[in-house]
C-alpha cells in the first residue's frame, strides 16, 4: 500500500465518524433535522453498538497509521544507508584514483631515476672506455688496430646491445638445431658462403665460407688470399648443446585417470628437482616428405611460449612421499601433457605416417601444425623440451641476464659474432685463416658424428690444405667431389696433404671456450681464494693441474698479452683440492689435431640449471675477447719463443 495513502487515511479517520456501512457524517458539518433524527435514534438505540463499532474502526485506522509509521522509518532509514554507501563508494573511488595517481607518479619517478642512472653509467663506461682505448692504443701496434678499433666504439650501449640480441637469440633458438640455424643465417647476411662437407672447397682469392654437419655442428672460416700451412690457424671452439629432455623413440604412455603424459629421456644431467614445476615447451626437427615429389627434408619446429607440458611435483603436505629427491626419473619425472579430451578418430591417411603409434595424435597433429604438414607426412622426429620462460634482465642496476642454456650458447654466440666483426680484413691481402668450431654433444662426451671427436674441424682442415695445394698448383678447383680414383688430384697430393695438415695445427692456437663458474657469494668457501671469476668483468682462464683443461703458462702469457694490448681484463679460475672439476672439449681438441689449446670461458651462476644467470656485459665481453684474440694471435705468438 502506498504510504502516501495510508497518511491520508489515517488524517481522514480521526475527521470522520462512521456511523453505518451506509451513512457517513463529517464532524465539521452542521446537520439537517432529520439527520439529528437519525443521530438521536441511533444514539438511544444502538449508539453503544455504534460508538463501539467507532472505536474498532478507529482502532484498525490507528493500527494502520502506525504502520504507515513504520515503513516511513524503515524507508527513510533505507535511504539514510543508500547515502551512506553511495558516499562510502564514492570516497573510496576517490581514495583509489588519488592511491592510483601518487602509484603512477612513483612508477614516472622510478623510471626517470633508472634513466638517469643509465645515462651515468653510459657516460661513465663511455669516459672508462675512451680511457681504456686510449691506454690499449699506447701499447699496440699500428698494424694491429682491429680488436681496438671494436673496443673503442663500444660504451654501455655495445654491451646492452648485445645482451639484448643474445637474449632473443636464446628465446628463439631453443635447440641445438635452431642454433646452427640461427647462425648460418647470420654468416650467409654477413656474405659467408654456405659450402656442404660433400662438394669442393674454393678458397681462391681468399673466402668465407662455413660448412655444417648434421644441423648440429658447425666450422665458420675467414681464409685470405696469402694464407699457407705454416700462418697456421687462430680458432675459437665452444659447444651448442645443452641439458635437456628428448622424447623418446615411442613418446606414447599410458594415461592415468585422463591425465595424458609424454615418455622422455634425460640428456646428460637434466630431469633433475630443477625442473620440477617449469612451464616445457617442445621443439626440435622434423622429417617431412613432399607429397609430390617424395623428397624428404627436415623442417624446424618449436611451440615458442606455448607450454605444452609440466612435470608437477607432489606438495609437501603428503610428508615422506614428497621428500625422497631427487624423483625417480623414470616414474616421477614424467611430463603431464593433458586431461581429458579425447582424439577425434585417425583418419586413414594419418594411419600411414611412420610415427602413428608411437607418439599421441594429438602430439602428432600438433607437430604437423608446426611444421605445416600433414600428419601421414611426418617421417621421423628429433625433439626435446625446453622451459619457455623468456630471458630477462635483472638485479636492481639490471647488470644481470637470466636465460636459459646459457651453457654453453653464450661463448657459442660471442665466437660468431666476433668472426662476422673481421669483415673490414682484405682477403686479397690477409694471410691469416679465422676459425670457429661449434659442436654438438659435449655435455654427453662428445664421442658423436656431430660431437668435439667427430672431427669435423680436422676434416675442414684438411681440405682448406688440399684447396690451397690446389690452387697453388694451378687447378681450377680444390678437392674434387669424388676421391675414389687413384689418379686423382686429391690422391696424388695426399702425403703432401698430409703433412701440411700437421703443420697447420702444429702452428696454430684454439682457444677451447666453454663457461665458467662464477663466484656463488652464498658458497664462498667452495671456491679457491683468488681464483674465481666475477660477473661483467672479462674473460676466464681456466687451468687445472690434472689436465682437464688444456691451459698452460705460454697460453697464459698469450691471452694476458692480447688482454694488455686491447684493454681487455683477464681473470683466472682454479678448483680447490677438495673439489671435483668438469671438463670441456679442450683435452679432446689438443689429443685430436696436436694443436696448442687454451681454455677459456665466461662466468656464469646456476650451471646446469634449467634457468641460469651471467652478468649482462658477458656477450659483448666475449665478443671484444674473441675479436681481439683473432686480431693478434699471430703476431703475439711470433714474438714468443715456442715450441
Same mark, same amino acid.
Given at each position: 500500500?502506498?504510504?502516501?495513502?495510508?497518511?491520508?487515511?489515517?488524517?481522514?479517520?480521526?475527521?470522520?465518524?462512521?456511523?453505518?456501512?451506509?451513512?457517513?457524517?463529517?464532524?465539521?458539518? !452542521?446537520?439537517?433535522?432529520?439527520?439529528?433524527?437519525?443521530?438521536?435514534?441511533?444514539?438511544?438505540?444502538?449508539?453503544?453498538?455504534?460508538?463501539?463499532?467507532?472505536?474498532?474502526? #478507529?482502532?484498525?485506522?490507528?493500527?494502520?497509521?502506525?504502520? $504507515?509509521?513504520?515503513?516511513?522509518?524503515?524507508? !527513510?532509514?533505507?535511504?539514510?544507508?543508500?547515502?551512506?554507501?553511495?558516499?562510502?563508494?564514492?570516497?573510496?573511488? !576517490?581514495?583509489?584514483?588519488?592511491?592510483?595517481?601518487?602509484?603512477?607518479?612513483?612508477?614516472?619517478?622510478?623510471?626517470?631515476?633508472?634513466?638517469?642512472?643509465? /645515462?651515468?653509467?653510459?657516460?661513465?663506461?663511455?669516459?672508462?672506455?675512451?680511457?681504456?682505448?686510449?691506454?690499449?692504443?699506447?701499447?699496440?701496434?699500428?698494424?694491429? !688496430?682491429?680488436?681496438?678499433?671494436?673496443?673503442?666504439?663500444?660504451?654501455?650501449?655495445?654491451?646492452?646491445?648485445?645482451?639484448?640480441?643474445?637474449?632473443?637469440?636464446?628465446?628463439?633458438?631453443?635447440?641445438?638445431?635452431?642454433?646452427?640455424?640461427?647462425?648460418?643465417?647470420?654468416?650467409?647476411?654477413?656474405?659467408?658462403?654456405?659450402? $656442404?662437407?660433400? *662438394?669442393?672447397?674454393?678458397?681462391?682469392?681468399?673466402?668465407?665460407?662455413?660448412?655444417?654437419?648434421?644441423?648440429?655442428?658447425?666450422? $665458420?672460416?675467414?681464409?685470405?688470399?696469402?694464407?699457407?700451412?705454416?700462418?697456421?690457424?687462430?680458432?675459437?671452439?665452444?659447444?651448442?648443446?645443452?641439458? #635437456?629432455?628428448?622424447?623418446?623413440?615411442?613418446?606414447?604412455?599410458?594415461?592415468?585417470?585422463?591425465?595424458?603424459?609424454?615418455?622422455?629421456?634425460?640428456?646428460?644431467?637434466?630431469?633433475?628437482?630443477?625442473?620440477?614445476?617449469?612451464?616445457?615447451?617442445?621443439?626440435?626437427?622434423?622429417?617431412?616428405?613432399?607429397?609430390?615429389?617424395?623428397?624428404?627434408?627436415?623442417?624446424?619446429?618449436?611451440?615458442?611460449?606455448?607450454?605444452?607440458? /609440466?612435470?608437477?611435483?607432489?606438495?609437501?603436505?603428503?610428508?615422506?612421499?614428497?621428500?625422497?629427491?631427487?624423483?625417480?626419473?623414470?616414474?616421477?619425472? @614424467?611430463?603431464?601433457?593433458?586431461?581429458?579430451?579425447?582424439?577425434?578418430?585417425?583418419?586413414?591417411?594419418?594411419?600411414?605416417?611412420?610415427?602413428?603409434?608411437?607418439?599421441?595424435?594429438?602430439?602428432?597433429?600438433?607437430?604437423?601444425?608446426?611444421?605445416?604438414?600433414?600428419?601421414?607426412?611426418?617421417?621421423?622426429?628429433?625433439?626435446?623440451?625446453?622451459?619457455?620462460?623468456?630471458?630477462?634482465?635483472?638485479?636492481?642496476?639490471?647488470?644481470?641476464?637470466?636465460?636459459?642454456?646459457? *651453457?654453453?650458447?653464450?661463448?657459442?654466440?660471442?665466437?660468431?659474432?666476433?668472426?662476422?666483426?673481421?669483415?673490414?680484413?682484405?682477403?686479397?691481402?690477409?694471410?691469416?685463416?679465422?676459425?670457429?668450431?661449434?659442436?654438438?654433444?659435449?655435455?654427453?662426451?662428445?664421442?658423436?658424428? #656431430?660431437?668435439?671427436?667427430?672431427?669435423?674441424?680436422?676434416? @675442414?682442415?684438411?681440405?682448406?690444405?688440399?684447396?690451397?695445394?690446389?690452387?697453388?698448383?694451378?687447378?681450377?678447383?680444390?678437392?674434387?667431389?669424388?676421391?675414389?680414383?687413384?689418379?686423382?688430384?686429391?690422391? /696424388?697430393?695426399?702425403?703432401?696433404?698430409?703433412?701440411?695438415?700437421?703443420?697447420?695445427?702444429?702452428?696454430?692456437?684454439?682457444?677451447?671456450?666453454?663457461?665458467?663458474?662464477?663466484?656463488?657469494?652464498?658458497?664462498?668457501?667452495?671456491?679457491?681464494?683468488?681464483?674465481?671469476?666475477?660477473?661483467?668483468?672479462?674473460?676466464?682462464?681456466?687451468?687445472?693441474?690434472?689436465?682437464?683443461?688444456?691451459?698452460?703458462?705460454?697460453?697464459?702469457?698469450?691471452?694476458?698479452?692480447?688482454?694488455?694490448?686491447?684493454?681487455?681484463?683477464?681473470?683466472?679460475?682454479?678448483?680447490?683440492?677438495?673439489?671435483?672439476?668438469?671438463?670441456?672439449?679442450?683435452?679432446?681438441?689438443?689429443?685430436?689435431?696436436?694443436?696448442?689449446?687454451?681454455?677459456?670461458?665466461?662466468?656464469?651462476?646456476?650451471?646446469?640449471?634449467?634457468?641460469?644467470?651471467?652478468?649482462?656485459?658477458?656477450?659483448?665481453?666475449?665478443?671484444? $675477447?674473441?675479436?681481439?684474440?683473432?686480431?693478434?694471435?699471430?703476431?703475439?705468438?711470433?714474438?714468443?719463443?715456442?715450441?
Amino acid at each position: 500500500m502506498d504510504l502516501k495513502n495510508n497518511r491520508e487515511l489515517h488524517e481522514m479517520m480521526r475527521t470522520f465518524v462512521i456511523l453505518d456501512k451506509d451513512n457517513v457524517l463529517s464532524s465539521d458539518s !452542521e446537520p439537517t433535522d432529520s439527520e439529528s433524527d437519525t443521530q438521536e435514534y441511533f444514539s438511544s438505540k444502538s449508539g453503544k453498538h455504534a460508538f463501539k463499532q467507532k472505536d474498532r474502526e #478507529t482502532g484498525s485506522s490507528e493500527t494502520e497509521g502506525r504502520t $504507515a509509521e513504520r515503513q516511513l522509518a524503515e524507508t !527513510e532509514t533505507a535511504e539514510r544507508h543508500d547515502r551512506h554507501e553511495r558516499q562510502e563508494r564514492q570516497e573510496g573511488q !576517490e581514495r583509489q584514483e588519488r592511491q592510483e595517481g601518487q602509484e603512477g607518479q612513483e612508477r614516472q619517478e622510478r623510471q626517470e631515476r633508472h634513466e638517469r642512472h643509465e /645515462r651515468h653509467e653510459r657516460q661513465s663506461t663511455t669516459a672508462e672506455s675512451t680511457a681504456k682505448s686510449a691506454s690499449a692504443a699506447t701499447k699496440t701496434e699500428a698494424s694491429t !688496430e682491429h680488436s681496438a678499433k671494436l673496443h673503442s666504439t663500444n660504451p654501455s650501449s655495445f654491451y646492452e646491445d648485445y645482451c639484448t640480441r643474445y637474449m632473443h637469440f636464446t628465446d628463439t633458438n631453443p635447440t641445438t638445431y635452431h642454433a646452427i640455424d640461427f647462425f648460418a643465417r647470420l654468416l650467409e647476411e654477413k656474405q659467408f658462403c654456405a659450402v $656442404a662437407e660433400r *662438394d669442393t672447397f674454393d678458397i681462391s682469392g681468399g673466402s668465407r665460407f662455413f660448412v655444417t654437419r648434421g644441423g648440429q655442428a658447425m666450422v $665458420a672460416v675467414v681464409v685470405g688470399q696469402n694464407w699457407s700451412p705454416e700462418k697456421g690457424i687462430g680458432a675459437v671452439a665452444a659447444h651448442v648443446d645443452a641439458l #635437456t629432455a628428448k622424447l623418446k623413440p615411442s613418446s606414447l604412455k599410458e594415461s592415468v585417470d585422463g591425465f595424458h603424459l609424454l615418455g622422455v629421456a634425460a640428456y646428460s644431467g637434466a630431469l633433475n628437482h630443477l625442473w620440477l614445476d617449469r612451464d616445457l615447451g617442445i621443439a626440435g626437427s622434423v622429417l617431412v616428405r613432399d607429397a609430390e615429389s617424395g623428397k624428404v627434408s627436415s623442417r624446424l619446429v618449436t611451440s615458442g611460449r606455448h607450454a605444452i607440458c /609440466r612435470i608437477p611435483s607432489l606438495a609437501p603436505h603428503f610428508g615422506s612421499a614428497a621428500a625422497p629427491l631427487p624423483y625417480n626419473q623414470e616414474t616421477k619425472m @614424467v611430463p603431464v601433457m593433458g586431461f581429458g579430451g579425447d582424439d577425434a578418430p585417425p583418419s586413414a591417411s594419418e594411419k600411414r605416417s611412420p610415427l602413428y603409434g608411437r607418439h599421441s595424435l594429438s602430439l602428432l597433429r600438433y607437430l604437423a601444425q608446426l611444421a605445416n604438414c600433414k600428419v601421414e607426412h611426418l617421417c621421423a622426429a628429433d625433439l626435446e623440451l625446453f622451459d619457455v620462460q623468456p630471458a630477462a634482465r635483472g638485479g636492481l642496476q639490471r647488470e644481470f641476464m637470466f636465460a636459459p642454456r646459457i *651453457d654453453d650458447r653464450l661463448c657459442a654466440f660471442s665466437a660468431v659474432h666476433a668472426l662476422v666483426s673481421l669483415s673490414d680484413i682484405d682477403l686479397a691481402q690477409s694471410d691469416s685463416c679465422h676459425v670457429v668450431f661449434l659442436a654438438n654433444n659435449e655435455e654427453i662426451g662428445s664421442a658423436t658424428r #656431430t660431437g668435439a671427436k667427430g672431427k669435423l674441424l680436422n676434416s @675442414v682442415v684438411e681440405r682448406l690444405v688440399s684447396a690451397r695445394n690446389a690452387a697453388a698448383s694451378g687447378s681450377a678447383s680444390g678437392i674434387p667431389e669424388t676421391c675414389g680414383n687413384s689418379n686423382s688430384a686429391y690422391a /696424388r697430393s695426399s702425403p703432401h696433404t698430409e703433412n701440411s695438415v700437421a703443420r697447420v695445427f702444429a702452428n696454430s692456437v684454439l682457444l677451447s671456450a666453454d663457461v665458467t663458474h662464477s663466484l656463488n657469494p652464498n658458497f664462498k668457501e667452495a671456491y679457491l681464494a683468488g681464483h674465481y671469476p666475477l660477473p661483467n668483468t672479462g674473460l676466464t682462464l681456466k687451468k687445472d693441474a690434472n689436465g682437464h683443461v688444456m691451459t698452460d703458462s705460454l697460453g697464459v702469457l698469450l691471452m694476458e698479452s692480447i688482454a694488455s694490448k686491447c684493454g681487455l681484463r683477464i681473470q683466472q679460475f682454479h678448483i680447490r683440492n677438495d673439489m671435483p672439476s668438469g671438463g670441456t672439449i679442450g683435452p679432446m681438441l689438443a689429443t685430436d689435431t696436436g694443436a696448442r689449446v687454451i681454455d677459456v670461458g665466461l662466468p656464469q651462476l646456476s650451471m646446469h640449471s634449467i634457468r641460469a644467470a651471467a652478468g649482462y656485459k658477458e656477450p659483448g665481453l666475449g665478443i671484444e $675477447a674473441f675479436g681481439a684474440f683473432f686480431a693478434h694471435w699471430r703476431s703475439t705468438m711470433d714474438s714468443i719463443d715456442y715450441s
